[in-house]
């Protein structure tokens, strides 16, 4: 029952970070979208008033080379702390569209984390992962270990004789992550 609340949370907070990501990546889309069409425009403006000349591949030529070259000046721009508080809002305005499922998913977890098979769980607190109960429970499968204690002991063995530490499979923490996250007292 436990693993099965923690693999709920892990799914629902990969769910958030995705929607996260989309949402940069929508904004960053936008933003070449954006660049292109002045792009666009500047190296028909240059076309168009005669300042490239003479022949139709030079004319060609000078209309890619400013489009290029307008181009990458926006893209440095846009990456300048000159637009930063441009990207933060058009990020933040998106997000809020978000908000309603991000918040759904904050109180899915919020429950989970403070349900009962969970808080009050007999399996201590560096050990409510789910890298580690997989391999627990292997353990009593595999009929290695009848107790918890015994399960628990078997792999602090292992974990001592391989180079991973406790403290790196609880960076996998998702309990520790999402009370994090979430700001509450667990």
Not at 93 to 121: G, Y
Not at 155 to 162: G, I, K, R
Request: proline letters at 1%; hydrophobic letters at 45%.
């Amino acid at each position: 029952m436990v693993l099965s609340e923690l693999q709920q949370i892990e799914l629902k907070s990969i769910e958030r970070r995705e929607i996260s990501e989309q949402i940069k990546k929508r904004v960053q889309f936008n933003f070449e979208i954006v660049a292109g069409v002045i792009s666009f425009f500047v190296a028909w403006g240059f076309l168009l008033t005669g300042i490239i000349k003479n022949s139709t591949l030079s004319s060609l030529m000078g209309v890619v080379s400013i489009f290029v070259l307008t181009y990458i000046t926006c893209v440095l721009l846009w990456h300048t702390p000159l637009f930063a508080r441009f990207r933060r809002a058009n990020f933040e305005r998106r997000l809020n569209n978000s908000q309603e499922k991000i918040d759904e998913i904050n109180r899915d977890n919020t429950n989970l984390l403070l349900s009962k098979d969970i808080k009050e769980s007999y399996i201590p607190r560096q050990y409510l992962s789910i890298q580690v109960l997989t391999i627990l429970l292997r353990y009593f499968e595999n009929n290695q270990a009848s107790f918890l204690n015994e399960a628990i002991g078997l792999f602090e063995d292992d974990l001592a004789h391989t180079e991973m530490e406790l403290k790196d499979i609880s960076k996998e923490n998702v309990i520790d992550r999402e009370v994090l996250y979430l700001g509450i007292e667990f």
